[in-house]
């Protein structure tokens, strides 16, 4: 059994979600009764989007991530816990032995639960981020020793994801444009009741008259708003305050052409990954019509919705420019928040993704999700700020190398959410009725949201339509 584990978790490591992903949509078209052909070219198209998505995001990724630590160095605060980011947190999380027994379990519960119509969320077709659960009960265990509470806890954390993800399912996928599908990835669904109630309070105080948004600048600014020029604008203000010390003298020219190039990047970014997200989009087409055919025939009323990646609505104007404001924020803030330990750095580029369930829930106000983003990741880093030794000693366990003595890891994109981190607290306590309250929470939660699951979705609706971009 641990052999077969060990195998799932090489192919996930080896292949990635570009390949397992369009695998698994091809055996859902199938299911679906759709052709071959159509399903074989539906994987394809999957996966040449999620291949785009990855091109250009670490394209992108490896021009703004020098200006960013630049903004670091520049800062001249010395924080003893650094932002590795998610990707060798995605590793480690998958060399871990809570994190090679969580494939099997996830997969298997993910699959009943959704046949079993607990969810209408069919959350296995993102296998790739459960390694968020890992990472959470990896610590677990390497803290009690008790893998029986590590796997509770996890599976605890997936189901409070799994009801986050319906809840917000329509607004996500009428938002960014994908018929039925929505976002699961952990590290992000758990702040949308912190969303949820902040969309509401701002627009009680003003906000929804705000109209800062990608739309809107293009309407009044013409040229000058498209996501383009938006995105050469950021882009520069990034570039500048990563290399201010150096706009002026011997190497101005070099500073003045890193500002350069940071301004084109996020401009081609803006431009070109809609395109990207078209072709992914295009994916899912055979899947809906296939599952309305099915459904008219067999009567079938339920209506659900397809887990992919959050890549999807990284580039999506008012998502990109929102997490690009929050860089220069985020590392501000890290450096005066009194209990904080944690230097952002890697994962600061990955804040589009983190904001995309603010942005959605407020219908794309630039001004709610930046807002909402930096309170809400302020108070992630400082709850994640007493983790990084646990986590650094998984890291030290699963193989991870540090660079020096007495510096401590962490990922910034992945741990620094309170929510998630919250229920983590709850279980490594010990305390049963701790724990037991937060597996009342769910429950309570979920029949309530069962009960009155379309007028909470609507609600959602009507407090988006109450900002529009004109």
Not at 50 to 66: H, K
Not at 215 to 228: A, H, R, S, T
Not at 320 to 341: C, D, E, H, K, R
């Amino acid at each position: 059994m641990a052999s077969f584990f060990q195998g799932l978790s090489n192919v996930f490591s080896t292949f990635g979600a570009a390949v397992f992903v369009p695998v698994i949509l091809f055996v859902i078209a199938k299911c679906m009764g759709v052709s071959g052909k159509k399903a074989f070219q539906t994987a394809l198209l999957c996966a040449v989007g999620l291949t785009g998505f990855n091109l250009v995001i670490n394209s992108y990724s490896g021009i703004i991530a020098p200006v960013v630590n630049q903004m670091v160095e520049n800062a001249g605060v010395n924080l003893p816990v650094l932002d590795t980011g998610w990707q060798s947190t995605s590793v480690i999380a998958y060399s871990t032995q809570v994190g090679l027994v969580f494939i099997g379990v996830a997969i298997v519960l993910q699959l009943l639960l959704f046949f079993l119509k607990w969810t209408n969320v069919f959350m296995a077709s993102d296998l790739w981020n459960n390694y968020s659960f890992m990472v959470w009960g990896s610590m677990l265990y390497a803290l009690t020793g008790n893998m029986l509470l590590a796997m509770a806890l996890m599976v605890m954390q997936l189901l409070y994801i799994l009801l986050f993800s319906e809840a917000c399912a329509k607004r996500w996928s009428t938002y960014y444009d994908y018929e039925n599908c929505c976002m699961t990835a952990p590290h992000h669904l758990e702040s949308l009741p912190f969303a949820v109630l902040m969309n509401w309070l701002l627009g009680k105080i003003g906000f929804n008259k705000i109209k800062l948004n990608a739309q809107n600048l293009q309407k009044k600014l013409g040229i000058l708003g498209e996501p383009m020029f938006i995105g050469l604008i950021v882009g520069a203000l990034i570039g500048v305050i990563g290399n201010f010390n150096s706009l002026f003298g011997a190497g101005a020219l070099t500073a003045w052409g890193t500002v350069s190039s940071a301004a084109v990047s996020t401009a081609a970014i803006m431009a070109v990954f809609p395109k990207v997200a078209g072709i992914f989009a295009s994916a899912f087409t055979t899947l809906t019509d296939a599952y309305k055919s099915k459904a008219a025939k067999s009567g079938e009323g339920r209506e659900w919705y397809l887990s992919v990646n959050d890549a999807c609505g990284y580039g999506e104007p008012n998502t990109l420019v929102s997490g690009i404001i929050l860089i220069p924020i985020m590392l501000g803030l890290a450096f005066i928040l009194p209990g904080n330990t944690i230097l952002p750095m890697a994962d600061l580029c990955a804040l589009p993704y983190m904001v995309e369930v603010f942005v959605c829930i407020s219908n794309g106000n630039i001004a709610k999700s930046v807002l909402s983003g930096a309170i809400w990741f302020s108070l992630g880093m400082i709850v994640a700020s007493q983790l990084a030794p646990t986590f650094t000693q998984v890291a030290v366990d699963a193989g991870f190398q540090l660079s020096q003595a007495g510096v401590y890891v962490i990922s910034f994109g992945i741990m620094c959410h309170p929510l998630i981190a919250g229920l983590f607290y709850a279980f490594w306590s010990q305390n049963p009725v701790i724990i037991g309250a937060v597996v009342v929470l769910y429950f309570v939660l979920y029949f309530l949201f069962r009960k009155n699951r379309g007028r909470f979705i609507d609600y959602l609706e009507r407090s988006a339509s109450e900002y529009v971009a004109g």
